[in-house]
Structures are given as structure tokens and as C-alpha cells.
């Protein structure tokens, strides 16, 4: 497995969007969420994008008040996960027009749907904007 | 609770609400939280979908960002997905991917749900239940859903088809034997014409091949195909990595794909790309020189990039590179040496472990220096992580790069005064097992003990106080080489110790103990030495006269404490309250003498029968009696009676020390006798060489005859109860010394004496048998031939005392082999034990379901190549793609279960003869996994290239249908899933020998299948052409 979690966390540490690929309960999750969002926030921009912990490879990047963290197996390719975080952001940003963190919290199901379209079961299986666009669109003409 | 209400559906909250009241509740959250949960408790109750779908979807919300329990809504959540609504749907599987996991209960209920969906004429729909079947799955959905995912991987809508793809990753993971399924299907996708497709299908295989490469060995061609063809970096990527796994495996296959690697490395803009591309040559293909320059270069441009994430990995892939390639390291070192200066504490750390990766036997004294002066400057955290590694470094393979042990103690020394130290506990290790390895050092370890012990402020860190245990203990067991053991006394016994953990005070005493069996060792038997020719006048009246004037000579520190003794035993007479006080005036008065006189240089040995005057002795005495005084009525066990051991000694032997100089000469050695006999017995005790155990060592004492250890002790009780009153009694001995001293500590002279010596060595003796840590069985002495072996002899002889020869194996030492003839400085011996210095690890074997997997792939792969052993894979992907229809769940699943089964069969087949099929079975699974990778390879094409008659299949086919009970009722069963499958295999006999005769007339009619003609794949033609 690739990528086994996602998350999004505003810059007071709120988490945003979890997205996990292996099953952890919520205990873990909270812990783990805590310890990753407290070591990312501490870092600043002249610094490295990715930070390793526990047996993840974390790697963020910054967006505004929003930062996207993804937790990726040891030896995946840390530069393609940065430019897959870019490229979620880049979807998102043509989707709801000017993304912001309003956008995610309201929105919440949206960003899910496209993350499903982008990731399955780890794997980075749709890199197109507008196929993950796609039926999401449509779905969003038929409800 | 009562139901809902129809109010409560028209006026229920939307997600959306639920969202601004969050909003607006910031400081009570929690209360709104828990009163939302509420409503929606009574909300999923509702008949109504739409208030259910509501509810689902803020308990999704609440659960995936607040943490909230949900699984009061998970049968809820199942109801809804039965909804004919495409967006109840879509909420339903949204919240069970959040919430449901392999174990929920409910997932029974939803199988058929998601077969439904799964056969849907609706893609998205198709969509929504395989992305919850790839969260969700276990065995029991995967083994009941393969057919569908079966027929969903050759879809003709791409986004069914790729997600189907990726969901089959999971389904193999919980089921194996879908992989005989589907595994056809899947590697037909390889060479689909859509980007996605491929994209999907390869990351799976990425997947696949890292947990267990060789299966996947005969697919090379199709993916060297996509990595020559493809523009897609994403692909390109995983692909690079799936090679990355394959090429050491396959030399051939390596010198194949070089060139394309290569290729896009020269070509690519995308970093990313280039990266896996470096990674790929610095990992699996570093043989080859001219790529890894190529992937050195392109490192160095990343290194001196701006970005910091570039220079992250830039060192990361320079770190993978230098244990076969050091130039690439060499090559970069300032800009290595410079990272350790980084803003960032990761690149920092990634240097750092650069810099480690470089150290050799001839630059390590130097990197030691740079590293020690950049944990001076840097922060406690990077400090700490720059000594820990410094020692992890240079204790690898006991000590194997350190060939100048002094020094290394010495850095030990240093590493301690550093103000951020805290790896006390590491430093101690590393002293005693220097101390107890290597002979040479001693001297040197002693002097690093001294500096570190006399030194007061270090008692005030609580991370060094293991450090000055160790450097005690050292002082005390090595004493004898010591330059000035009375210093050495009034260090362990100055009064700051009183700051330390009580078990380490211990070790203080413990060691004074030994220091002081040392010194009036040394003088006893130096006087009768002495006493026998006639100087010994001088020596005594120099000492009971408290002369001076031989205070510039190299003795003149030990005079000058000795008279500062004298000065303090004044004080002492005065005053007995004022004492601690004195006493530590003294040694900081010491301190500084010592410090001002050089230390005598000539061999210790000779120096120390000259040291000790009568004086110095019974000052010595008086400032271990004012010093442990107090602490025999410690309230600490371990301190109070390590105290009271060295009182009594003192007690023993003081009174004749005091008297003997008034005697003449030949009454003297009379009345010496007793004293010097205990010390002799002391001395001899304390002082026998101790040498590192191995860790296995009680393992392999062999257990007496009779002796049970494991012998039920329940009735001993009844024992006990008789034995009560003999066992306090025997405790009787040493309680009037507690009683004793907590009413007098002072006057201790005066009080009678309880058979000391009886005492004091019983106590000794439970001493050594209680204190693990710093006593070592003495029983085993190593008594190496009396000069040291040159640097250059491999072996080292070693005698074991008599009573305990079956220890001699314990303590087979070997150095270290390959010595440089040009050192400067022998390197000495380092004791080593033939095992057991590292940990030892049991063979344990890892996950059986990824060998399932493995071995089910690599039967379908090979089943294309050699007809005979084409067997189950085949047919059974036959018969579910013609067969369509209700029998089809029913053939699939006897047939996976039997495949098992024949997938060890014909693997074995191939190298063995036909007899030994019928033990074949899962116990195969549990073989050591090496010589069976290891033999992949011939295997493979041993397999391809015998091509055999059909009537060896059938006949083998024949037999294991007859085996079969055989095999039901003798396997073990190795796992769980094995456990299914015999259950599976007993259930479906009878099938299996109706499918065998349908097999076999089948065989008889389609000789040629699509199969075989469609993907035949052979490594060995490929590579050559």
C-alpha cells in the first residue's frame, strides 16, 4: 500500500479531512493524528517537506492556513507524493473555484468523493483533472 | 429514548447545520457534540431514507474529523446502501468505508448488497461498492465476490476497470486463492491501450513485487515494455520500482533495463522521476559504474539545490550509495560536513548518518573530533543524536574500528563532560565491556575514572550518574592500576555523593571496598616484604613522623594527602559533628594538589608497595569509618549493608594496623598474621580476572540430575510453616548491627564485636551472589599467556578453572581477523565470545498469506509455460469465463482450494520425484523461504523447458484426488486460512473428483486454450533477444 493515510489540518491543528487506508481505530488515529500535526506545525518553510515517524514517511506541504499531510510507506517516491498533494489541490481548486478551508469543511463529502476517484486502496489510480471531475459532476446534476 | 417523531424529520438538522453549530460552539463543543449524537441515535431509527440518509452523514462527518463513536450506526448505514436512491447509496458506502473494517459484524449483511451494486448496469454505482470493497473487504467478501471483480477487470468502462484493478490488490491479500482467478485478467490489463489502466494495474503490481519479487519475475517483458513506452511519470515510477525489486534477482534483466533507466534519467524534466530513476540504479542496479556516475551527478545537482526537499533526498540516496561506492560520498564531503549546520533537523540527521556511514578504522579518530565539536555547538536534541550514533558506530561488532583503545575511552570521557550528554546509560555499558574485553586499556580506563569520579560537578546530572557507576565500578575492579588509590577513595566517598540513586551509591561503596582490600593488601604484604630486610625503619618513621620535605618529589601527592588527612583526623578528634564538612574540605583541597603535581609516571606496580605508610593507612581508615558511618544506618538495604561490609572489615584489621608499630620486628609479623591472612582471602576474592559471559551462557549449563525445575511448589508451604522459626534465626546475626547502628554511630569503636569475620564474609558472599550487575561469575578466570599475543595472532587461548570446565565453551574467543600490518599501534586484544554478543534471533517466518499469494501467482505464471503443469489455474479461468451462470460461485470455490494444493504439487514436481507429492501440502508454506527463492530461478526454466506428456498430468492429477484424505487428516494446519481451506477441502471431495473427470475429458477436447496461446511468457527468450 502507497499512501496509507491523508489528512488536511488547518494551522491550529484542527484536523479537516482524515482519509485512512488501513484500518486504525479511533484511539490510534487520534494519537497518531496529534504527534504528526504537532511535529509538522513546528516546521518552516526553509525546512524539508518530508518528516519521518513511527514507520510512516510524512510528507506535507502548505497551502494557505490549510496543510496537507500524507503518510506514505518508506520507499515511496516522496516528490511524486508532493506533486500528487499539488495536484489534489489543483482539483479542488477547479472544482469549488478558489479553494479554501470553508470549501473542505462544508464540503467535506465532495473532497472524499474526489480523493476516492484519485486514490483506491492506496494506489494512485486517476491523475486527470477532469476525469476525477467527472462524475462527480455528474452526480452533482442528478442529486 | 422514543422514536422519532414526524416534527423531528421535518425539522431534523442538516449536515450543514450540524457544521455551523459546530462552528458556533466552539468553547462547548464536546456538550453539542454529544447532544447532535443524540438526536441522530433517535434519527437513524426513522423509517423515513432521507432523515436516515441525514443522519448517516453527520455521524460520518462526526466520526471522521471529531473521533466520534459511530457503530450504533453501522446497521443503519446497511439499510441504506439496499436504497434504490443513488445518493443514499453514495452516503451509505461513504460511511461504511469510514467506519466499517474487516471484523464488523454487519459487513454479512452487506454481501449481497454489494454483489447487487457490483452487477449493476450503473457504472457509478459499480464504482461505489468496489471502492467500499477495497476498504472493507475480509475473506469472507473477497471469497464470495471474486466472480464479479473477475468479470469487472475486463470492463469495457474504464473507470470500472481501473477500480476494479485496485480493488483486486485487497481481495488478494484476503483471499489468495482469487489470484488463480483472476490473475490472467490482470496482467492482460498490463497491456491495455489506456493510460489509467495501466497506471492502476502496475501500481498493483508494485505492490506485489515488493512483498515478494520473484513471482513476478516471468511479467518482465510486459513491463519493460511500459517502461520504454510509456510518458507517463506516475507510471513510470511505480514501474521503476517494481524493477527495482526484480533486477537483483535476475542479472540479465538488470543489464537490460539500464539503458532505458539511463535513458530517462538524461531525458526527464520532473524531479520526481528523476529521483526513482537515481533510486533505482543506487539500490538494485549499483554494479554498474557508469549509471551510478550518471545518479552521482544528478544526486550533486540536487544537493546544491535551493530546495531543501532536494537536498533531503539527495543525501538520502547519497546514503544508500556509499557502502559500495564511498567515492560518492568522498567526493561530496564538504557539502556532507556542511549539512551538519543545517536549519533542518532532518537533513542534519540524514548528514549525520552520511558522515557515520563514511567512518573506516582510519578516519574515525577524525570524524570523532568534527562530530564531538558540533555537539558542543548544537542543540541537546541533535547532540544526543550525534553521541548516540558516535557510540553505536564504534561498538559495532564489539568494537571492530577502534584500534586505539585509549583514545576511545578517553572520547568516552569527553562524550560525558559535554553539558547536553544524556546517554549515560550507553557510556556505562561501554566502559565496563571495554574494561572486561580489552586488557591493554585498563591502565587507561582507570585514569578516564579518576578524572570523571573526582570531579564534583557531574554528580549533579542525573543523565551521567550511570557513567560514574561504571567509572566506580572500574576504579574499584582495576584498582591495581591505579596511580593514587587513596585519591580514588576520597572521590568515591567525598560527600556530594550523597546526590546519587542509592543503587549507584552502592556501587561507590562496593568499590571503596575493593579499594581498600587493595590498599591494605598492598600494605600488609609490602611490610613483611620489608620486614624481612631491614629499610622498612624508614618507611614507618617517615610515615608516623608526618615529614615533608619530600613534597616536590613524584610522591609529593600522595604525601600532601596524606597530610591533609592528618589534618582532618584532628578535626575529627575535635569535633566529630563538623565532619562531613572537613572532609570535603579536604578533597577539594586534594583536588587541587593533585591537579598541580604531575602524577607519577613509572609502572604503577612497583609504585604502590612504596605508597602506603602506616599513616596514610589509618587516615585512610578514619575517613572510610567518618565517611560510612552515617550509612550504616541507611535506611537504603543495598547502601546500609554494603557500609557495614566495609566497617567490619575495618574493625578487623584496625586494631593490629594501630598497635604493630610499637612491637618489635618479630612479634610483628605474629600478630600480623590474622589481619594479613583475611586480607589475603579479600584480596584474592575481589581481585581474579573477570571476563564477558555470553549471553546464552545459562542456556547452556546443563541441569543437574534430579534437580526439577519445574516442579509444582504448592506443598512447600506446608514445608515452610515448620521451617519458620531456623530461618529467623539466621537473621538474628544481623540485627543487633542494624540496632547498633542507629543508636551509635559515632562511638563504634566501643562497641563489642559480633563475629565479624564470620559476618563480614558471609555478607561478601551474598553480595557477590546477589549483585548481578558488577559481579560476574568468578569462577570463570581467562588466564591468557603472561605476555600479551601480538595484534596478529587470531586465537587466544583460554584455561577455565577445574571445577567448572563445561564453561570452557562458553569462553571461545576470537579477535578480530584482518589486521593492517602498518599500524603504528597494535591493536590489542578485544575478548569475544564466539556468540551471543548480539541478539539472537529466532528464525521466524513472516506473513503466510503474501507466500500464498506468491505461490498461487507464480503456479498461474508457470502453468502458461509447461503444458503438464497447467493444471488448476488454467481450467479453472476457463470455466468461470465460459461458464457463466449459478454453478459458477460453486466450481471457482472448490477449484481455489484444491489449487492450493496443486500449486505445491506441481512446483515439486519439477525437482522431485513423483512420490513426494503426497506429503506436499501447506506444510510447505512453512519451509525456510531462501532455498526455495533461491532456487526460483532454475526452477522456473527447468519448468519451461520440459515439456511432458499429457498423461503424466492426468495421472498426477488422478493421484492427489486420491491422496486427498490423506493429506486432510495428516496436515498440521499451518494458519487460519490453511485451517479454511482443509475445512474447504474435506466439504468439496466429491466435487473435486467430478471437476478432475471433467477436467481430464476436457483436457482430451481443447488441447489448445486461449490462454496458452495469448500470454505466453518466457524470460530467458526475452532477455536474450
Known amino acids: 500500500m502507497g499512501i496509507r493515510f491523508i489528512l488536511m489540518v488547518n494551522k491550529h491543528g484542527q484536523t479537516r479531512l482524515a482519509q485512512y487506508y488501513e484500518y486504525l481505530t479511533i484511539e490510534e488515529r487520534r494519537a497518531l493524528e496529534g504527534e504528526i500535526v504537532r511535529k509538522c506545525l513546528a516546521r518552516n518553510e526553509q525546512q524539508c517537506s518530508f518528516v519521518e515517524h513511527r514507520n510512516y514517511k510524512i510528507v506535507y506541504r502548505r497551502y494557505a492556513s490549510l496543510f496537507f499531510l500524507v503518510g506514505v510507506d518508506n520507499d515511496e517516491n516522496e516528490l511524486a507524493i508532493l506533486e500528487f498533494i499539488h495536484l489534489l489541490v489543483e482539483t479542488m481548486d477547479r472544482h469549488f473555484g478558489n479553494v479554501c478551508e470553508l470549501d473542505i469543511m462544508f464540503h467535506l463529502e465532495k473532497a472524499h468523493f474526489m480523493l476516492e476517484e484519485m486514490v483506491m486502496n492506496g494506489c494512485i489510480v486517476e491523475t486527470s483533472k477532469s476525469n476525477i471531475l467527472a462524475p462527480i459532476q455528474l452526480m452533482d446534476k442528478a442529486s | ?1025
Open chain 2, 1 to 1025: 429514548m422514543t422514536g422519532p417523531s414526524l416534527m423531528d424529520s421535518l425539522f431534523q438538522r442538516t449536515l450543514e447545520d450540524l457544521i455551523k453549530g459546530l462552528r458556533l460552539h466552539l468553547v462547548h463543543e464536546s456538550t453539542f457534540i454529544s447532544k447532535s449524537l443524540d438526536e441522530i441515535r433517535r434519527e437513524v431509527r426513522s423509517p423515513d431514507l432521507d432523515t436516515k440518509a441525514a443522519a448517516v452523514q453527520k455521524v460520518t462527518y462526526l466520526r471522521s474529523l471529531h473521533g466520534v463513536d459511530d457503530s450504533f450506526a453501522a446497521f443503519p448505514a446497511v439499510e441504506l446502501a439496499a436504497s434504490p436512491r443513488f445518493r443514499h447509496k453514495q452516503i451509505a458506502y461513504l460511511a461504511a468505508s469510514a467506519s466499517f473494517h474487516s471484523a464488523t459484524a454487519v459487513l454479512l449483511l452487506l454481501t449481497n448488497q454489494l454483489r447487487k451494486d457490483l452487477n449493476s448496469s450503473n457504472e457509478f454505482e459499480v464504482s461505489l461498492a468496489l471502492q467500499c470493497l477495497s476498504v472493507v473487504c475480509n475473506l469472507d467478501l473477497a471469497r464470495d465476490l471474486t466472480p464479479e471483480i473477475f468479470t469487472l477487470l475486463s470492463s469495457s468502462k474504464q473507470l470500472i476497470r481501473k477500480k476494479a484493478i485496485a480493488t483486486i490488490l485487497r481481495v488478494f491479500g484476503e483471499y489468495p486463492d482469487a489470484v488463480r482467478v483472476c490473475f490472467k485478467r490482470l496482467v492482460e490489463n498490463v497491456e491495455s491501450s489506456d493510460p489509467q489502466t495501466v497506471s492502476a494495474v502496475v501500481s498493483v503490481f508494485c505492490e506485489l513485487a515488493s512483498r515478494e519479487p520473484n513471482s513476478y519475475l516471468p511479467l518482465a517483458p510486459e513491463f519493460y515494455r511500459v517502461l520504454v513506452d510509456s510518458r507517463n511519470n506516475w507510471v513510470l515510477i511505480k514501474v521503476l520500482k517494481i524493477f527495482a525489486n526484480l533486477a537483483p534477482l535476475e542479472p540479465r534483466l538488470a543489464k537490460r533495463i539500464i539503458e532505458p533507466i539511463c535513458e530517462h534519467m538524461r531525458r526527464t524534466g520532473a524531479k520526481s522521476l528523476m529521483f526513482e530513476c537515481i533510486r533505482t540504479i543506487v539500490t538494485s542496479l549499483s554494479d554498474y559504474d557508469s549509471a551510478v556516475r550518471l545518479a552521482v551527478a544528478k544526486v550533486q545537482e540536487f544537493l546544491v539545490d535551493d530546495d531543501p526537499n532536494l537536498k533531503y533526498l539527495g543525501l538520502q540516496a547519497l546514503s544508500i550509495v556509499v557502502p559500495k561506492h564511498s567515492w560518492a560520498v568522498v567526493e561530496n564531503k564538504e557539502f556532507v560536513i556542511k549539512s551538519l549546520s543545517d536549519t533542518d533537523p532532518n537533513i542534519k540527521l540524514e548528514a549525520l548518518r552520511l558522515v557515520m556511514a563514511m567512518v573506516s578504522e582510519d578516519n574515525l579518530s577524525e570524524i570523532c573530533r568534527v562530530l564531538l565539536n558540533y555537539a558542543l555547538k548544537s542543540d541537546p536534541e541533535f547532540c544526543n543524536e550525534i553521541l548516540g550514533s558516535l557510540l553505536a558506530t564504534c561498538s559495532i561488532n564489539v568494537y571492530e574500528i577502534i584500534i586505539d583503545f585509549d583514545w576511545y575511552v578517553s572520547v568516552l570521557g569527553e562524550m560525558t563532560r559535554i553539558p547536553h550528554c544524556q546517554k549515560g546509560e550507553e557510556i556505562e555499558s561501554q566502559l565496563i565491556d571495554i574494561g572486561m574485553r580489552v586488557k591493554d586499556v585498563r591502565p587507561e580506563l582507570v585514569q578516564v575514572g579518576r578524572d570523571l569520579l573526582i570531579d564534583p560537578a557531574l554528580l549533579g546530572n542525573p543523565f551521567l550518574h550511570r557513567v560514574l557507576s561504571a567509572a566506580a565500578w572500574v576504579s574499584g575492579e582495576y584498582v591495581k592500576f591505579s596511580k593514587n588509590p587513596i585519591e580514588l577513595m576520597e572521590a568515591l566517598l567525598q560527600p556530594r555523593t550523597g546526590l546519587l540513586p542509592s543503587s549507584i551509591r552502592a556501587v561507590y561503596i562496593q568499590s571503596a571496598f575493593k579499594v581498600l582490600t587493595f590498599c591494605l593488601h598492598s600494605y600488609l604484604f609490602a611490610k613483611e616484604a620489608v620486614a624481612s630486610s631491614s629499610s622498612c625503619a624508614y618507611d614507618l618513621e617517615s610515615g608516623a613522623a608526618d615529614s615533608i620535605p619530600e613534597r616536590g618529589c613524584p610522591e609529593g601527592s600522595n604525601l600532601a594527602t596524606s597530610e591533609a588527612l592528618a589534618s582532618s583526623e584532628q578535626n575529627e578528634d575535635f569535633s566529630r559533628r563538623f565532619l562531613c564538612q572537613s572532609v570535603e574540605d579536604n578533597c577539594t583541597e586534594n583536588d587541587g594538589d593533585t591537579l598541580v603535581a604531575p602524577g607519577p609516571s613509572s609502572s604503577s606496580a612497583s609504585l604502590n608497595k612504596l605508597q602506603f605508610t602506616r599513616g596514610s593507612i589509618i587516615n585512610l581508615l578514619d575517613l572510610i569509618k567518618t565517611a560510612l558511618g552515617p550509612l550504616a544506618g541507611s535506611h537504603e538495604v543495598e547502601v546500609q549493608e554494603r557500609a557495614w561490609n566495609v566497617l567490619g572489615l575495618i574493625k578487623l584489621v584496625e586494631q593490629e594496623i594501630q598497635d604493630t608499630p610499637m612491637q618489635n620486628e618479630g612479634k610483628f609479623v605474629m600478630e600480623e598474621l590474622k589481619a594479613s591472612d583475611i586480607m589475603k582471602l579479600m584480596h584474592d576474592a575481589f581481585f581474579g580476572e573477570l571476563g564477558p559471559v555470553s549471553m546464552s551462557a545459562q542456556e547452556r549449563v546443563p541441569i543437574p540430575d534430579g534437580l526439577m525445575l519445574k516442579e509444582n511448589l504448592n506443598d512447600l508451604e506446608t514445608v515452610c510453616g515448620d521451617v519458620q522459626l531456623p530461618t529467623t534465626c539466621s537473621f538474628s546475626l544481623g540485627k543487633p548491627h542494624f540496632e547498633e547502628s542507629c543508636g551509635a554511630l559515632f562511638d563504634f569503636q566501643k562497641k563489642e564485636e559480633l563475629e565479624p569475620s564470620s559476618e563480614s564474609t558471609s555478607m561478601l558472599a551474598e553480595h557477590r551472589k546477589r549483585h548481578g550487575l558488577y559481579y560476574l561469575p568468578s569462577e570463570i578466570k581467562e588466564i591468557t599467556s603472561s605476555d600479551y599475543p601480538t595484534a596478529n595472532e587470531s586465537k587466544l587461548a583460554i584455561s577455565v578453572s577445574d571445577d567448572v570446565d563445561y564453561l570452557v565453551k562458553l569462553t571461545e574467543q576470537s579477535l578480530v581477523p584482518k589486521k593492517k600490518s602498518n599500524q603504528t599501534k597494535p591493536r590489542p586484544i578485544v575478548v569475544k565470545l564466539d556468540e551471543g554478543d548480539g541478539v539472537r534471533i529466532a528464525a521466524n517466518k513472516p506473513e503466510s498469506k503474501n507466500d500464498l499469494i506468491s505461490g498461487a501467482v507464480r503456479e498461474v505464471l508457470l502453468g502458461n509455460e509447461g503444458i503438464p503443469t497447467s493444471s488448476q489455474g488454467k481450467h479453472s479461468d476457463k470455466l468461470s469465463s465460459k461458464t457463466r451462470g449459478k454453478e459458477k460461485i460453486a466450481i471457482v470455490q472448490p477449484l481455489g482450494s484444491t489449487g492450493l494444493l496443486a500449486n505445491a504439487a506441481n512446483s515439486e514436481l519439477a525437482n522431485s520425484s513423483p512420490r513426494r507429492s503426497k506429503h506436499v501440502s501447506h506444510g510447505k508454506e512453512k519451509k525456510p523461504r531462501s532455498p526455495r527463492n533461491n532456487a526460483e530461478g532454475c526452477e522456473e526454466r527447468s519448468h519451461r523447458d520440459k515439456k511432458k506428456g499429457d498423461h503424466r498430468h492426468v495421472k498426477n492429477k488422478a493421484r492427489r484426488s486420491a491422496d486427498g484424505c490423506v493429506n486432510v487428516v495428516a496436515q498440521t494446519p499451518v494458519s487460519f486460512s490453511v485451517d479454511v481451506i482443509c475445512l474447504l477441502l474435506s466439504f468439496y471431495i466429491f466435487y473435486r473428483i467430478v471437476i478432475v473427470i471433467i477436467f481430464i475429458v476436457r483436457d482430451w477436447f481443447f488441447h489448445v486454450t486461449q490462454y496458452e496461446t495469448h500470454s505466453r511468457i518466457d524470460v530467458s527468450q526475452f532477455v536474450n533477444a
